[in-house]
């Protein structure tokens, strides 16, 4: 029977897509944040998030399997910021009322260089390392301002329902080289989103009306992707909520 009960007081079921049970057991958890605290596979909430990593992994490489899972306690501030805009979206778009999640809120996954072993074998202490993205997304959450190279939907934040898409764009620092590859699962406001099959590489925000952009994949009606993409343009609408390791598939 997998394991349903909050990973801090192990006596109440957990809140849906998080591993705590509420606000209580929530404030411990976040005490030392940010942090990562391992999920055993055992627990459902690893077995729904190893799913979805095996059904999002398209691309003709084997699929790997999961080895660790970590749940990613942000500190308080970067959670209020990330609430009080998913609660903006909300408001003002009513997706609870069409039984939605609360903004849109969705799960996709994002790729980053790693240049320490965070993850590896319970590896939990973060490095100081300034090329190492995965820390630094960890500890500080994303940061458009950081966005430095070409994007089809211009200046963003991207990530993909596509596992294997998302995995192109881990880079492993160390040396030697770890055989081990690192993916963030985060939670996305996607609110209102823009779907296009066309690039749009000069935007800054989402058109007037919307508030992240989807590229639609296809290889038919001049679609220029092969795998999905979704774009938010601001920090606060997402924010890294699970750490995945698993060995780099050849």
């Not at 993850?119 to 630094?136: A, P, V």
Request: with cysteine.
């Amino acid at each position: 029977m997998l394991e349903k009960l909050c990973i801090k007081c192990n006596k109440n079921y957990f809140l849906e897509g998080r591993v705590y049970c509420g606000p209580s057991c929530l404030a411990l958890l976040r005490i030392g944040a940010p942090k990562l605290i391992s999920v055993p596979m055992t627990h459902y909430m690893a077995r729904k998030i190893e799913g979805w990593f095996q059904s999002g992994w398209k691309h003709t490489t084997t699929k790997p399997t999961l080895q660790y899972i970590y749940a990613i306690f942000s500190t308080e501030h970067n959670d209020r910021m990330y609430s009080a805009y998913q609660d903006g979206v909300e408001n003002q778009r009513q997706f609870a009322k069409k039984s939605m999640t609360r903004g849109n809120e969705q799960y996709r996954w994002h790729g980053s260089s790693r240049a320490c072993q965070l993850g590896e074998h319970g590896q939990t202490t973060f490095c100081k390392i300034q090329t190492c993205g995965t820390c630094g997304i960890i500890k500080s959450n994303f940061d458009v301002h950081k966005f430095k190279r070409w994007g089809r939907f211009g200046k963003g934040i991207y990530s993909s329902q596509t596992t294997s898409k998302s995995h192109q764009y881990t880079n492993n620092l160390q040396d030697p080289k770890s055989p081990w590859s690192a993916l963030l699962l985060n939670s996305v406001v996607v609110g209102n989103t823009y779907p296009t099959k066309q690039n749009l590489d000069s935007l800054l925000e989402p058109p007037d009306g919307f508030d992240s952009v989807y590229g639609q994949p296809g290889t038919q009606s001049g679609s220029h992707l092969n795998y999905d993409e979704t774009v938010v343009y601001r920090n606060d609408a997402i924010r890294p909520t699970y750490l995945v390791l698993y060995l780099t598939p050849q």
